[in-house]
């Protein structure tokens, strides 16, 4: 109905319009852009029947942005850390090139955080991501500019990474759904950094979108080969998913009560659940979950099962160059001296003191695998877990450094290597996005993707910012 050039077109137009506020690409690729949807209208002109040609190339024209960690020919593949100012990739990251080969059309880079391992979205290279909804508040990291470019309505489909909530915090923050695989399907390769030893069961690449109907044909393409292990042909029925829910992490110190708003959210959608399905949502209380940031701590840093290390933030932080010295770092920053960012330069300082208390590293990863074998035997072939997606709405630029581990509400699952979709639940009294996280067992992605369109529908999804 629509040339796939006006589409093209359209959304260069709207990237142009609210760029300057949110600051989400940060380096476009408009006009190479424009000339793939040239190609793509002549194809269709002249090409074989429609069903062939859907088959062949599912995500024929669809303007899409990719987290400007992942490499994306001629673009710039800095991380956010400026002795990477001058890299620009040569090649495509695996997902980018089979969303590609699929028809997608890459519109340009979006921003994250320094090295990807912050929840604000702000590096000494491209400044700061803004959200649309409050150009005050973060959009959530490491996948920030992914969140926002799509909150905003400048792309259709958004390519992350998440470590430790880098796909779903952004999400939540910018009121769009974000999907965190099953560990080890989708594959990493292509992104700086990478994981290395023990990190390659954590880091999980995802889709980003306004719409949960476009994440399992966006999710297809990524995962490549590897999908059927995603059962995403299976029919679910919603009635006979076990559904629980856990309003909050027990109550850790190191992390901020869930605000009301949320809790109220969470509540609407287990009364809409039992009232609408009829099924009986259980609550659970999870002890361990109180502790999930030390778990995630402990397990991010130790070592593989071939005794492998894992890798140092700062020797990535040096990228092949001179070690950096957080403590030095830190100097230099106080005096406007340091090309590092605030998170970045604490994250070095704090990675020692994880190593001082080996035995109590040990006992948390043990607690880890342990509650591993408890959430898989919980959730089984048809359960779903409702929990928050953070315990606050998108907080104001620069406040997660007051508390730096409200991440946990996320980075647990990654450690736990459980899908997990981010389902926006409309907004709050300050007209800013709410959300949840639906977890399923191993392997089970189809499940909470299936819950994720069922509450589009009853919730509304994302709503356009400005709108209401």
């Keep these: 109905q629509v040339a796939c050039v006006e589409v093209v077109e359209a959304y260069v137009e709207r990237i142009k319009e609210v760029n300057p506020l949110i600051n989400a690409v940060v380096k476009d690729r408009f006009e190479e852009a424009l000339q793939e949807a040239r190609q793509v209208d002549k194809l269709l002109s002249e090409g074989p029947g429609d069903d062939c040609l ?103 489909v958004g390519v992350g990474s998440d470590i430790g909530g880098s796909i779903r915090m952004p999400a939540f923050f910018n009121g769009v759904f974000g999907h965190k695989p099953t560990t080890g399907v989708v594959p990493n390769d292509g992104q700086f950094p990478n994981a290395h030893g023990v990190r390659t069961s954590y880091l999980c690449t995802g889709p980003m979108c306004r719409y949960a109907e476009d994440l399992e044909p966006v999710l297809r393409v990524m995962a490549g080969p590897g999908v059927s292990k995603l059962k995403l042909n299976e029919k679910v029925s919603l009635e006979k998913i076990k559904f629980h829910c856990m309003d909050h992490d027990g109550g850790s110190i190191f992390v901020s009560p869930v605000d009301k708003e949320i809790l109220q959210a969470q509540k609407k959608v287990v ?46 932080l040096g990228d092949h160059g001179k070690p950096v010295w957080p403590l030095w770092e830190l100097m230099k920053w106080l005096v406007g001296m340091s090309s590092h960012t605030l998170p970045a330069i604490a994250l070095g300082l704090t990675e020692k003191l994880v190593n001082l208390n080996l035995s109590g590293k040990a006992k948390l990863v043990s607690m880890g695998k342990s509650l591993q074998e408890e959430m898989e035997a919980l959730l089984g072939p048809d359960g779903v877990l409702l929990y928050p997606s953070h315990p606050t709405i998108a907080p104001k630029h620069h406040s997660p450094i007051c508390m730096p581990f409200n991440f946990a509400y996320t980075a647990i699952f990654n450690v736990l290597g459980l899908p997990v979709t981010q389902c926006p639940l409309g907004l709050g009294s300050e007209g800013l996005p709410l959300g949840i996280q639906l977890v399923a067992a191993s392997y089970n992605d189809h499940l909470t993707l299936a819950v994720a369109r069922y509450l589009e529908k009853a919730f509304g999804g994302w709503v356009l910012p400005g709108e209401v």
């Design 54 to 156: 859907e088959e062949k190339f599912p995500l024929l024209g669809v303007p899409i942005t990719v987290k400007e960690a992942f490499s994306l020919y001629g673009m710039p593949n800095t991380s956010g850390l400026v002795n990477r100012r001058n890299v620009i990739a040569t090649s495509d990251a695996t997902v980018v090139s089979r969303l590609k080969q699929a028809g997608a059309i890459p519109l340009g880079v979006t921003n994250c955080s320094e090295l990807c391992m912050w929840y604000e979205s702000s590096n000494r290279v491209y400044g700061r991501t803004n959200n649309p909804y409050d150009l005050q508040r973060i959009v959530g990291g490491s996948s920030g500019g992914e969140g926002s470019v799509l909150a905003a309505a400048c792309s259709v």
């Design 271 to 316: 009364q809409h659940l039992e009232s609408d399905l009829g099924v009986r949502v259980q609550h659970v209380a999870i002890h361990k979950m109180k502790y999930s940031f030390q778990i995630w701590s402990a397990m991010m840093s130790s070592k593989d099962s071939e005794g492998q290390e894992a890798q140092r933030f700062t020797d990535l």
